[in-house]
DNA sequence: GGAAGCACTCTGGTCAACGGAGTGCCAATG
DNA sequence: CATTGGCACTCCGTTGACCAGAGTGCTTCC
């Protein structure tokens, strides 16, 4: 079998031809319209050996004998490995964007813009989920609100805030001291940390509770601390563009169903987008972690503020999108994430 | 033309059937069909007879000549007043909502699972919008995060929490003086209220500015008190039913597109769903309305907690619905809602 | 190695024919 | 007089035949 390393020239240059055409168009394109397009004006019959040489190499297929050839996934790794990366965000997407995320202030809400806008421009589904696996404490605060009910504020270093109301009854003079008892103690742990120590210590010092231990291990029995801070919220937008993409009605609803389960959404996006990686990843042919979403493509990055993970957006769309427009897309909103809220610290 | 009160029995039953198995299989039915499947054994002549009369009155229609009939919006609103509306709810269904909303305490998690699991069991679109327009203070809390950035907090008296990050710097003290004064003199107004008389107090005493003045015109000024408390949280849920429900592409685009706008939702709700009407309330037609989803029907009840209205909910479908099961789904959620939220204060 | 020609294949669209389901109307009937 | 049976007619959806278009593989020629 023909090696990838084994492309020349030409053969790069066609499958490429190829891929756009098709990426445009939809239909299988075959020798003749290649040639007609193609301005260096080779032969159809020229054209039809490379092909040949491609479908041996496994980078396209036909749908039967006598249609045009499809790029196979493979093909499209390929084209996405040669795209240089270069391209600029067009004006109009720019302003459009920066429109829409002018002015927030918290990861929740960039966030839903940010599926939001993604889903517009790509013409695809945006996707994006806010909140990583580990946030640090940045303080909690407790409030009495009437008889048996506590609201709790967890705020994380990050911006991002997790309200609950417990079901308890301690005074607010106990509640503050618990309070102070927290920040002061555990204030830039990450939530699982505290969550640690604070079961250390209650165990540790059962012997000699105080007033204030109990208050702790009330609220802490009572999940003050138990959620993560708004643990992972997914905003998924533009499934409306998937009515288009699909023209099989039953993988329509299977897609639609998956998308409406956040766990598979964190799930996908998790398995994909790796918190070290820099720079947006192309995952083609999603068959193994989403099943429904076979000969789908995910265009994601991890949002990062400084250092910090807060969250994941991306693009999901037909392994026949603009890889090109999405990937400046994604990179040019993670950019503007890492920014936007980086300057108000 | 022919009143509906001119609706004698043997119509009105026939009328029922037609909308009833019209309802079942989705497919025009005729007399032949309606005759065989009838107990009493009319012949299809006379159904015949009876049919073109109730055509006459606007009930049923052909979609050509030589089909059968279809029910008219009319002949829906006329079938919906004639059910009896005692009928229970599945066991079976009532274990899914009770598992599905077991251990909620706030209103914006209950509505989640409430969108969900109204598309569950109704196989149509489960719609749930928290927060309605009015709510009463509870009390407010600031707290200042590093520089520049002040977390502000919102609570209603329902138990709803707001809360949103401000850009400006002032000392937990100041902060803390501002809440307090909030608090002391706004609790129990609605926030409109709070809004209008906090300006007007601005206002006034505008040459008599002391530090605590000063404060809470930053904050104001920053939107502390500007968005509602979750001002209208829409959950929709079970959007991938449509696919199998609308056949035409292009309308099936648009409504997706239509759900995921959230003040459509919010406007479609709050257009029909009337704080005042106490049970269930089921719009046929919603073309005025959403001019995308015409010919579909909306089965939605406000969900209050005593006598306040904190959100509503419904069912999305077709108007062949199983009108019976999606009525006493959501009167069911709604008691629930109201039971639920309730023995907590 | 590239180009041209040729025979062959497969799809998608159009058209006519047809069976099925339903209707309206009229005459017969208990 | 309300029902019913019968009959002619209409319209839809499906099927099969047919054809043009686009593409392929292979062989031959430069």
New interface residues.
Partial sequence: MARVEAIGNREREILTAIVETFIATGEPVGSRSLSRANREGLSPATIRNVMADLSEAGLLEQPHTSAGRIPTTKAYRYYVEQLTGQARLSPEDQTIITDSLAGV??VQEFMERTSHVLSLISHNVGVAVAGGPKHAL??V?F?R??D??V?A?L?THS?L?H?????LDLSQIDLDAAARYINENFRGWTMEAVRAEIERRLEQERSEYDRLMQSVEKLYQQGALAAEPSAETVFV????NL??TERD?ER???M??TL?EKEKVIELLSAYLDARQEAVRVVIGLDEALPSMSNFVLIGAPARVGGEVMGSLAVLGPTRIDYQHAITAVSYIARLFDQLLNE??
């Fill in positions: 202030s918290d940045e303080h605060y409030s609100l009437g048996q009910k609201l504020v705020v911006g805030v309200d609950r109301i417990l079901r937008e533009g499934t409306s009515v288009a009605r329509l609803r299977e639609l169903k409406e108000s610290e």
